[in-house]
């Protein structure tokens, strides 16, 4: 696997911790317990992630397109912090329906001790990206797969990775006020990733939209 360590050196240690973890899980009884479908056959699981289904080798963890003739970026395939991301649901993660809540990123386990961090990684970034850039941020969601929602003056629901959902809501900027952003994440997320892991969901999302455009 061609990966720039020197580039995401900060990504290298615990990318190379989730693949031993990885590699030791006893692949039923994980996909049993994250509803992520494994094929015993091609030592394989098959999972979504931002609109788009991937096939996961197992033990050696490679990832490739279902659809082979599918074009759109997919960060699983280059991004270390998308890679993670999809390990940790598979080693970590559990079935769990939302029950239809969304959180704010205050709301869920430590999010509030990272709350600043967070606003500025994502909320803000969101924000000044697309919040006067309304027409795009649409279409790039409709791309996505995105479902439109009808809060602030564009919103839009999205399957993160299998059964965990994001919103993101913009109200758009004018001469008086800055564009402002929320980011809610379904009520089942708390149950398989911490809050870091959520503020990564935030980045990944956004610097993909980037290469969408």
């Not at 240690?13 to 494994?38: F, M, N, Q, V, W």
């Not at 205050?106 to 509030?112: A, K, Q, S, Y």
């Not at 911490?194 to 990564?200: G, H, N, P, R, W």
């Amino acid at each position: 696997m061609n990966l720039s360590y020197e580039k995401d050196n900060k990504e290298r240690i615990p990318y190379e911790h989730y693949l031993e973890e990885y590699r030791g899980i006893d692949p039923k009884e994980a996909s049993i317990r994250s509803g992520i479908p494994y094929d015993a056959d091609n030592q394989r699981f098959c999972l979504r992630m931002l609109g788009q289904e991937f096939y996961l080798s197992w033990p050696e963890f490679e990832a490739v397109r279902v659809k082979e003739a599918e074009e759109v970026y997919a960060p699983i395939l280059t991004e270390t912090s998308a890679k993670i991301m999809a390990i940790r649901m598979i080693v970590h993660g559990v079935l769990a329906d939302s029950t239809g809540k969304f959180l704010t990123y205050r709301e869920v386990p430590w999010g509030n001790v990272y709350l600043q961090q967070f606003t500025g990684r994502c909320i803000n970034r969101l924000a000044f990206t697309y919040g006067n850039r309304i027409p795009e941020f649409c279409s790039i969601m409709e791309r996505m797969g995105a479902k439109k929602q009808s809060f602030g003056d564009a919103s839009y629901e999205f399957e993160f990775i299998n059964g965990y959902w994001v919103r993101f809501i913009l109200w758009a900027g004018d001469e008086e006020f800055s564009p402002s952003a929320q980011i809610l994440f379904s009520d089942n997320f708390p149950l398989s990733f911490q809050a870091e892991d959520m503020a990564v969901v935030g980045d990944i999302t956004i610097g993909a939209m980037k290469k969408w455009q």
